[in-house]
């Protein structure tokens, strides 16, 4: 007989519900624009804005200079150095050299190694999905869900009571699926808990580039301390979503160390050439502000549609987001107080998708949220954020009147 279960690490995997909600959203969309409406979809991260044609140019000279043989692991030395000059522009860190650095398939992939170096950990809730579908169950961790407060600060007390014990703490700046940006106050606080308790930070910096209102990004890296992990990626920033470049930076040279072995044994490093277009999107500073600055004050524009449009409706709790590309309101008033479990789970999230409105609920993001939904403007044009938003007066007006 052959063996019915295999190794847990990939047995409790579960595949994000932000796909399946996506795979349901392109079958149910078929039989709603029957009725001459469109799907409006808030439902991924994915961006609608094509890699700038320059890191396209990029890759293709890497191609015609050969660069087409096994990479080195853990990145080559080029995009390393372009890397650091990264770092001391913007963040003016200088003391890292290129065995602070590990170029990964991908964020996702640096922070899956990085979840893997530990047994147990805490995190923010709510947070990105793939922390808690995957990449959890994948390092067989023990995870710590610690709530942020209803307009998503943070409970100090209650950040120290969980930390104690625990190998790492998780930290989205900007945040995935609320949007906030945390201070620098705030980060200098979190840092100094984490590491009065002997606690590393996985501190997972996606999207960085998109802070609005005057507001800046803040990297953890800053800190010269060797318990920071600081994972970074070019998807977000520069459009290359499907490219799968990240890179993972540290002061503790062990950890870059065992992050370039598992790199290696999994992928055995990410293709030359793309690292090649990659370093180029780092170094050429004019057309890389010109991109994101263009990316950056469309989502703008989105969030301030969605935002003044939302802010309106009676009964919906909303934080205007800082960064990232997500708004994350409560529902709390306008759900009926009988609906309760799985039915209360999916309430909202069923009542915009029969209007044709795709977003996801709550609970994907953890246990402590679940009368909030998601919605991304990241692919979603603000005549669309308009539409959607007489879209959910409809709904909301018709059940305050009620």
């Known amino acids: 007989m052959f063996r019915e279960r295999f190794d847990a690490s990939l047995e409790n995997i579960r595949m994000s519900p932000i796909v399946s909600i996506s795979e349901e959203v392109r079958r149910?969309?078929?039989?709603?624009?029957?009725?001459?409406?469109?799907?409006?979809?808030?439902?991924?991260?994915?961006?609608?804005?094509?890699?700038?044609?320059?890191?396209?140019?990029?890759?293709?000279?890497?191609?015609?200079?050969?660069?087409?043989?096994?990479?080195?692991?853990?990145?080559?030395?080029?995009?390393?150095?372009?890397?650091?000059?990264?770092?001391?522009?913007?963040?003016?860190?200088?003391?890292?050299?290129?065995?602070?650095?590990?170029?990964?398939?991908?964020?996702?992939?640096?922070?899956?190694?990085?979840?893997?170096?530990?047994?147990?950990?805490?995190?923010?809730?709510?947070?990105?999905?793939?922390?808690?579908?995957?990449?959890?169950?994948?390092?067989?961790?023990?995870?710590?869900?610690?709530?942020?407060?209803?307009?998503?600060?943070?409970?100090?007390?209650?950040?120290?009571?969980?930390?104690?014990?625990?190998?790492?703490?998780?930290?989205?700046?900007?945040?995935?699926p609320t949007g906030k940006v945390f201070d620098k106050g705030e980060l200098k606080t979190i840092v100094d808990i984490c590491t009065r308790n002997g606690c590393y930070i996985i501190s997972d910096e996606a999207y960085e580039k998109f802070v609005y209102d005057g507001l800046e990004h803040r990297s953890t890296i800053q800190y010269c301390q060797e318990n920071i992990i600081a994972i970074f990626t070019m998807s977000k920033s520069f459009s290359m979503t499907g490219w799968r470049i990240g890179y993972v930076v540290t002061r503790n040279k062990r950890i870059a160390q065992l992050l370039r072995l598992g790199n290696y044994t999994q992928t055995a490093g990410v293709t030359t050439f793309l690292q090649y277009a990659a370093a180029k999107a780092l170094d050429d500073q004019a057309n890389a502000d010109r991109a994101i600055g263009e990316m950056k004050a469309e989502f703008a524009k989105r969030r301030d549609a969605l935002y003044s449009g939302l802010e309106r409706l009676p009964g919906i709790r909303l934080s205007k987001p800082e960064g990232a590309f997500y708004m994350f309101p409560n529902f709390t008033e306008v759900i009926p107080p009988h609906v309760r479990g799985k039915q209360r789970e999916k309430y909202i999230y069923e009542l915009l998708m029969q209007q044709g409105i795709a977003t996801v609920y709550g609970s994907c993001f953890g246990r402590h949220f679940v009368d909030n939904v998601r919605l991304s403007f990241s692919a979603t044009p603000v005549d669309q954020i308009e539409e959607a938003i007489g879209r959910f007066e409809q709904i909301f007006s018709k059940r305050s009147a009620a």
């Open 28 to 176: 149910r969309s078929r039989e709603f624009e029957k009725s001459g409406r469109s799907m409006i979809r808030f439902q991924r991260g994915e961006i609608d804005f094509s890699t700038p044609q320059f890191i396209i140019s990029a890759a293709k000279e890497g191609l015609d200079r050969g660069l087409t043989k096994y990479p080195k692991s853990g990145g080559e030395d080029f995009l390393k150095q372009s890397i650091l000059r990264k770092l001391e522009r913007e963040q003016g860190v200088n003391d890292l050299s290129p065995d602070n650095i590990v170029v990964t398939y991908g964020g996702q992939e640096g922070l899956e190694l990085s979840f893997k170096l530990f047994s147990n950990g805490a995190g923010f809730s709510p947070t990105w999905s793939c922390a808690l579908e995957n990449f959890v169950p994948y390092a067989g961790l023990d995870f710590t869900e610690i709530p942020l407060k209803d307009d998503f600060s943070v409970d100090y007390e209650r950040l120290e009571a969980n930390v104690r014990g625990k190998d790492f703490f998780y930290l989205n700046n900007p945040q995935n």
